[in-house]
């Protein structure tokens, strides 16, 4: 997409950046018609099929074709015409200065009462279990998001192995359950610091990769994790998982219908939504944990060289900082969360298997990081939010939803390339706490 | 050599491949004192820098650091980011290298890192909001706040370094490389880009950091305003070897330097050296 015409600054007036003219758009909308004819004339032009006896059958729909090309060709016009009206151009001077401080004012808002309406979920929804179900998958990846964020939104490595790292966390707990009859609450932080230990393993041969290099050995890594996962049967059992994963307890009083039950002790009827709500304020803990934890975490000096070493890694080396244990801290921090997380999706399914963490769910965690604007703990969750809830509103469309979500990606990396809030806050301030330009945050690079 | 010398260097050499970019380079940086490396282009002063700073392994000879206390230790066998934590010396770039994304004060917090990083007790008294750490921090901020006050920055502290002019991110590095509170202070062209009124105003701050700090400066510079007028003492490279050493008076009428400077021809600057020596 090429960029919208250059309107020249003087002109103020609103008409004058409408001015470029209707050649443009016409010849824009003409080269767009011809691709369209181009990449549909054997798409939709020609239509083939099996006979009967297998030969080949065919016939031509150009009349479709036809409303195709003139669909793509009239739509070029009105999107044109739309970027010139409400286009990035002069979007500032269109949008009013009370709608702008009232937007900001609504932009502060977001996080408290996203916060809030999280507590009440269970409260509003308690009869629905689809919604308790899909709330604490978004609120998993949530917890994936901010643990990835530590890597690659604060350090600026790039790591698309992230999954082995949940799969670390997974199996622990499941194999350390299964075999040792250890509670959920002693796994836990056993399965965050088995996690953070691969983090480190990791860690240690990446160390002089940058960029390209060193997305292909997390890519790698992520890979051999699960691979291990499938052959080495005796311990994990291979392609069949793990089964019968204990269900957490509350503090040593188990969620069950049984006499020693949470529900016979408090006295009241068993509902099996009880384990729901309470799965559900667990993630919502580990959750918060973590976003507390990585905001603690960027105000402490750790925290600043991981910004230092994203923003100039020789200017680090020059401060005295040691590179080597800053990016190992930052895999075994992110790597410990995503074991949290694994720990808590063992003890929810009950059930594992190396099915559950493929290339698909590092890219999509990724994704969530990237979307939200790296660094940014609200931009991640709205973007968690956004992709795993905006991705369950299309069930119905099976076919279109994929589609919807490409569009969706695509308009969101024209409009706001670096994700849904791409400013930094500081860490410290003397006076003023304002929010650094997305333009000058470096991505990192490597 | 003589004299009470922070840094000592003896017959450096570094070679790249065929390249010999320093030959066998010897001088001394004395302390507390301001001592300047000039030198045509390509003359090697930069890569002496980061043989000193730790980014290159020289490939001969020693390069020794003697602290206040008569410690020694020698550079060459320090690599990285140790230079600059235990033998205390900084650095600043030719380019200059801030973290732009961050604020002027996260900059010179960023600098205390290795201080900052024992008072959080490796983070974990941090963490936990302990009070050691909490008076660590307020001290370190005002350390920093200190610092951009004396570079004239500290209406600015809470503005992006990327957004700053450039004649103040060239004076909030040398702060940043100060806030590691070093004994050697080495600077890369400090007023490279700077106009005559940041120059003067530059050699005001080092002159200051030099009374008030008492640390020694080392640093290259091409403005020789700024040479003349504030080194103790100025080194001279040609293609890798040093040409002169001196008071800056008795370098400027050397008639080496002069020959290196005004690109005599061959044999007529071979001459110079000649009837020189």
């Keep these: ?446 | 050599m003589s004299g009470d010398h922070i840094l000592s260097v003896d017959h450096l050499s570094m070679r790249f491949g065929g390249i010999v970019a320093v030959n066998d380079l010897s001088f001394g940086a004395e302390r507390k004192k301001i001592t300047a490396l000039i030198g045509p282009n390509g003359a090697g002063k930069t890569t002496v820098f980061n043989c000193i700073t730790g980014f290159y392994k020289p490939s001969g000879g020693s390069i020794r650091l003697t602290h206040d206390d008569g410690r020694h230790i020698q550079l060459e066998r320090l690599n990285d980011f140790r230079i600059s934590k235990l033998a205390r010396v900084a650095r600043t770039f030719q380019n200059i290298r801030l973290f732009p994304g961050m604020t002027a004060l996260e900059n010179l917090m960023v600098a205390q890192h290795n201080a900052l990083m024992r008072a959080s007790g490796l983070t974990f008294l941090g963490l936990i909001g302990a009070p050691s750490w909490r008076k660590a921090e307020a001290h370190a901020i005002d350390l920093a706040r200190t610092w951009l006050d004396r570079i004239g920055l500290l209406d600015r502290a809470d503005d992006a370094a990327g957004n700053l002019p450039y004649g103040d991110q060239r004076r909030l590095e040398i702060a940043r490389a100060m806030c590691t509170e070093p004994a050697l202070l080495c600077l890369d062209e400090p007023a490279a880009g700077l106009n005559a009124r940041e120059s003067a105003a530059l050699s005001e701050l080092l002159l200051s950091i030099r009374a008030d700090q008492g640390t020694s400066i080392l640093l290259i510079e091409h403005d020789m305003s700024v040479v003349m007028e504030i080194s103790d003492h100025v080194v001279v490279m040609d293609y890798g070897v040093k040409i002169a050493e001196g008071s800056p008076q008795q370098v400027r009428d050397d008639p080496k330097v002069i020959a290196a400077y005004l690109g005599a021809d061959e044999e007529e600057a071979i001459a110079v050296m000649e009837s020189g020596t």
């Design chain 1, 1 to 446: 997409m090429s960029a919208p015409p250059v309107v020249s600054k003087q002109a103020s007036s609103a008409k004058a950046s409408r001015a470029p003219g209707v050649a443009f758009i016409f010849k824009k909308a003409l080269i767009s018609a011809l691709v369209a004819l181009v990449l549909f004339s054997l798409m939709i032009g020609v239509r083939t099929e099996a006979g009967p006896v297998g030969q080949l059958i065919y016939w031509t729909r150009f009349g479709d074709l036809a409303a195709m090309v003139a669909t793509v060709f009239g739509g070029s016009i009105v999107v044109e015409l739309l970027r010139q009206w409400w286009g990035p151009v002069g979007t500032i001077r269109v949008v009013p200065a009370p709608v702008q401080s009232a937007l900001s004012f609504a932009g502060r808002l977001v996080a408290p009462v996203l916060l809030v309406f999280t507590f009440l979920v269970p409260v509003i929804f308690y009869d629905q279990r689809y919604i308790l179900d899909l709330g604490i998958l978004v609120l998993t990846y949530v917890m994936l998001g901010w643990g990835l964020n530590v890597v690659v939104g604060l350090a600026g490595l790039l790591d698309l192995g992230y999954v082995a790292f949940y799969a670390v966390g997974a199996y622990s707990y499941a194999l350390l359950a299964t075999n040792f009859g250890l509670s959920f609450w002693v796994c836990l932080p056993l399965a965050g610091i088995l996690a953070a230990f691969w983090g480190m393993m990791l860690g240690f041969p990446v160390l002089r990769l940058r960029g390209d290099y060193l997305a292909i050995v997390t890519l790698a890594f992520g890979e051999i994790i699960r691979l291990v996962i499938i052959n080495w049967q005796s311990l994990t059992g291979g392609p069949n998982g793990i089964s019968g994963i204990p269900r957490p307890t509350m503090f040593g009083i188990p969620l069950s219908p049984g006499d020693d039950g949470l529900a016979a002790r408090l006295g009241i009827e068993f509902s099996p939504t009880h384990r729901i709500v309470f799965l559900f304020y667990l993630i919502l803990a580990l959750a918060l944990l973590t976003n507390w934890v990585t905001i603690r975490l960027r105000r402490l000096p750790i925290g600043r060289a991981w910004e230092a070493l994203r923003e100039d890694e020789v200017a680090c080396r020059a401060l005295g900082i040691n590179t080597t244990t800053t990016k190992l801290t930052a895999f075994a921090t992110g790597a410990m969360f995503g074991g949290f997380a694994g720990a808590f999706f063992a003890t929810r399914q009950g059930f594992i298997s190396p099915e559950s963490f493929t290339f698909q769910e590092s890219a999509l965690v990724l994704a969530i990081v990237v979307l939200g604007g790296m660094g940014s703990q609200l931009g991640v969750a709205l973007a968690a939010l956004a992709m795993i809830g905006g991705f369950e509103l299309f069930r119905g469309f099976d076919q279109y939803r994929m589609l919807v979500f490409g569009i969706a990606m695509v308009l969101l990396m024209i409009w706001r390339p670096r994700g849904l809030i791409g400013h930094r806050a500081p860490t410290v301030f003397l006076e003023r706490n304002q929010a650094i330009s997305s333009d000058l945050v470096k991505e990192g690079h490597g």
